[in-house]
């Protein structure tokens, strides 16, 4: 059946090549002692020749009656020849329910060692391991078994096995109670031998690496450019599969959350005529004839909506900044979920769906997310995410009162410096016990020039920013709705009326009071997993520095 | 209440200024002829000066006792000056069960109409609309109902009203049974009174307009760059309500359908250092001190994605195409449904799970979306969308003889051209009745270098295109995951090896075999709702013209 399944089964990986050595004649006359290290050399080389020798014609021989030779090899690239009815069972589905049958699985080879008559290998599924193991018997040659032990890492096989439950817990895989006793085993795709990095490297808690090194073992761990230099490889490992699954479900509980909430998913451009958010730190388009921007923000775009009766509308998109800065939590291009929302009467209306919105988000994490939250934990340890219901929301004068309390001195309408941002969150997470909260009411000189005064006090405005664990992940405010205000504000701030006519046009033909705001995806994920660089929530992360891969 | 509630009702609505007539004496002299005039005329004037005299008179005297004064006027900008537990009712709730209540109601004019002691409104809100009526009476004064009648169309207004059921339907609203008696009125947001296109004509289906206009009627449609300068009244028509929420659908039902299938959402990075599908039809960035391109699809990173053990995947986000084409059907940025998804052993894994998710979407649309479809065939009457379970798969072949047994002469290995696909499309549907089918197998000369060859026939390859309403709107292929027929692909295809070297290197360390396919958003909302021109489902659409708003 075999045989019909892979027609052409073409090459069987290399056995060791015979190297030839030539010239030994030429070898003689000079010192005694050269010869006599010559002849042992000789002798040496002579008895090694044999036996290799020995090894090749033992090869060629059981080669040639190798009764297990259909049951191991290399497939022919899969060029979807024939179709196929084989079940494939995932390695996570390898449970002790399974004990005695016969399956196929597909998975790579995650470790592979070598032990006398057997071999045993640790197969690896995104965030699953089995141990599989092939002993010269019945249903394994010894080429096969020699055939298993020389696949290289990373190479992605098909095996027919026996899962057989194990006596003792196999704490080295994600399947522990079973193992599998191989019958077949083809490769489907090859690794090059030589990996740029190492799985079990890339997984190591990076104290330990550091630690152990330092103690002059040496046991490594992998850097940052090492990693995003060979994405592909650094995202096989269990912690960044676990990431990024998880960071799929963010977008998801915002969305799902959102339309339950009756919001409208729209559509924003990203190439643009004038800069969203001024004219600073935008990226330059050549457009045709012509030249144009990325977009810093989907801003004006979800406010234009409003004014076109689409009342609550959420957006989820890449956004610009052209910033020169290298820090930890800073990307060129990162992804927006942004939200913008017509109220009746007050923009806390607006806080609190945005708010309720995050602590969906937080508990579809907590409750759906577990293996994943753990898994990365595993490599970076955190203290589990705490929030609040309903949000803590204080006013950016407590935030300012509690920082001064503390030691720190600024002034009232000084804006928050990232040190004094992180030593807030951890004031309010001693006082509130809390790793989430809102900061209401910022100075208006700090906001963006559509951004809605505060009625009471000028020196205010009706704008918030959303903390986890210290560090800012939405910033956002009630928006000016009307074009007089909008006007006064954009020449109060210095801004080109003309380039900004569209916009302002926007708020002539009748607007809802609105407010809104955008959260950096990236910085969720980072904040609520507890992760230290920004670059590890992004797959193809872009800096200054960064364009590739 | 109302005084609470609005406390610094600001202004009222001017009425008429009485304009100054001066320098008369003046004017004496001069022939018999021009002096009867001019006593015609001041005899005239002095009339008018009086009647006006009079006018303001009356309306000081009735300002003063104007037993209605709180119950209108124009509202101070929401600012947020308070919060308000006042419910609102929405326009599309307004039905017989509400008859008798008093409420709340927050919405546009759509139009007024004076009438005697009367004022006929009609209140819209986002695809609903609903007549309300103001008559000189206990609860409304004269200057209270002359108030409502001057308001401009497209100002926002919250109204307390009684709802009265009607005897007859009212035709013109969608919520026909009832009217609102209004006992209040206010003017949360004025429009200006001129506005650049007016909503009725902005529905009005195109035969329509142009064929009374034709009759000397001159009943007017809006143009298309009229539509898309003022976007932002054009969003507000019933149509363009309905079309959006339908795409909002699209995006959610896509999502759904794949998550549920154990995809996982990626994000990947737009700005990158070479160009994806090739040097043609790319935008140039520019990036700090060196310069970028914008992604003209995800494949490299979705692909990238797949070698990282993601497995199935998709995106959704903007793709950029620097083509230099004004067509009814081709964006130079438009929205990218893309997925990809390793298989076992044959690509038409993928293509059945990708004709599933499609067949999923027009389930959805069809039942959840039938009063948007149903308004916007208003406007553009269309068939309603057919399709088959399983869905049709034809070889390019079969349509390729299909045309020709139609007349068309074309080449084996030729692509289709535009009007051929469109043929192509209506054989297809007169043939097995469907507006939805699979073509597979394509040339192998006409597709991207990453394309997997067919193994059977060296002409072909395993790609397909998949139609709607004769219209591409996916392409997609079995992608080469061998590096080395790889890199034999892209040099065969004259591509700069070094520049997609980080792509190829994607697949030295074991790569699945894998397919999928883009596509394009706004090109299956146009045909599954029978439109004809791709700009009216991008709410900012973008071509080599446009780039605003």
Redesign the interface.
Same mark, same amino acid.
């Given at each position: 059946m075999v045989g019909m399944l892979f027609p052409h089964l073409s090459e069987k990986l290399p056995g060791r090549k015979l190297k030839k050595r030539a010239g030994e004649e030429e070898q003689q006359a000079q010192s005694k002692k050269a010869l006599k290290k010559q002849q042992k050399e000789a002798e040496k080389a002579a008895k090694k020749a044999e036996k290799q020798a020995k090894l090749a014609a033992e090869q060629q021989e059981t080669d040639e009656d190798d009764f297990a030779k259909d049951r191991y090899g290399i497939c022919p690239?899969?060029?979807?020849?024939?179709? +196929?009815d084989?079940v +494939?069972v995932r390695v996570q589905d390898l449970t002790p329910e399974k004990a005695e049958q016969q399956i196929w699985v597909?998975a790579?080879i995650h470790t592979s060692r070598a032990k006398g008559k057997q071999c045993f290998l640790v197969l690896r599924?995104?965030q699953s391991t089995v141990q599989a193991l092939l002993a010269v018997g019945d249903r394994a040659s010894k080429q096969m078994v020699k055939f298993a032990a020389n696949l290289t890492k =990373?190479?992605?096989i098909d095996v027919e096995a026996v899962v057989k439950k194990v006596e003792q817990k196999i704490e080295s895989c994600s399947q522990q109670d079973v193992e599998l006793h191989v019958e077949r085993i083809f490769v489907?795709?090859?690794? =090059?031998a030589r990996?740029p990095l190492q799985l079990e490297d890339a997984v190591r808690p990076e104290g330990e690496g550091d630690e152990v090194r330092n103690g002059g073992e040496g046991r490594a761990t992998v850097n940052q450019d090492t990693r995003l230099d060979n994405?592909?490889?650094d +995202?096989?490992t269990t912690t960044?599969?676990a990431i990024?699954?998880l960071?799929?479900g963010v977008?998801?509980l915002f969305?799902d959350t959102l339309?339950n909430k009756g919001f409208?998913?729209?559509?924003?451009?990203?190439?643009?005529?004038a800069a969203s958010e001024g004219g600073a730190n935008v990226?330059?388009?050549?457009?045709?004839k012509?030249s144009?921007y990325?977009a810093q923000s989907p801003q004006l775009?979800k406010q234009?909506?409003i004014?076109?009766?689409?009342?609550k509308v959420f957006c989820?998109?890449?956004v610009?900044r052209?910033e020169?800065s290298n820090t930890h939590r800073h990307l060129? =291009?990162f992804?927006g979920l942004d939200i913008e929302m017509a109220f009746?009467?007050?923009?806390?209306e607006v806080i609190d769906s945005i708010t309720d919105t995050m602590v969906q988000i937080f508990k579809g994490l907590r409750d759906r997310f577990q293996t994943e939250i753990q898994t990365v934990n595993k490599q970076y340890p955190s203290e589990p995410f705490k929030f609040l219901e309903p949000t803590l929301r204080l006013e950016y004068k407590e935030g300012v009162a509690m920082l001064r309390a503390a030691g720190v001195e600024m002034g009232d309408e000084e804006d928050l410096s990232t040190p004094n941002e992180k030593l807030l969150g951890r004031l309010v997470k001693e006082k509130y016990d809390t790793d989430f909260y809102v900061l209401d009411k910022y100075p208006l000189a700090v906001r963006p020039f559509y951004t809605?005064?505060d009625?009471?006090n000028p020196k205010y405005s009706?704008s918030y920013d959303m903390f986890m664990r210290g560090e800012e992940i939405l910033s956002g405010a009630?928006r000016v709705?009307?074009a007089q +205000?909008l006007t006064e504000r954009a020449m109060h701030h210095g801004i080109d009326l003309e380039k900004i006519k569209?916009?302002i046009?926007?708020f002539?033909?009748?607007?809802?009071?609105h407010a809104g705001g955008g959260i950096g995806?990236e910085r969720v994920t980072m904040l609520y997993l507890g992760l230290h660089n920004v670059r590890q929530t992004?797959?193809?992360p872009?800096d200054?520095k960064r364009?590739?891969?």
């Open positions: 690239m899969v060029q979807s020849q024939q179709k +196929l084989r +494939l597909r790579r599924h995104q =990373e190479s992605i489907i795709s090859q690794s =090059e990996l994405r592909v490889i +995202l096989r960044s599969q990024f699954r960071q799929s977008c998801q969305r339309i409208v998913e729209i559509q924003t451009p990203k190439i643009i005529s990226f330059t388009v050549s457009y045709f012509t144009a990325l775009y234009m909506c004014c076109a009766d689409f009342d989820v998109g890449p610009f052209a020169d060129t =291009e992804v009746n009467y007050h923009y806390h809605m005064p009625p009471n009706n009630q709705h009307d +205000l569209a916009y046009d926007s002539r033909y009748g607007a809802p009071p995806l992004s797959m193809f872009r200054p364009l590739t891969p």
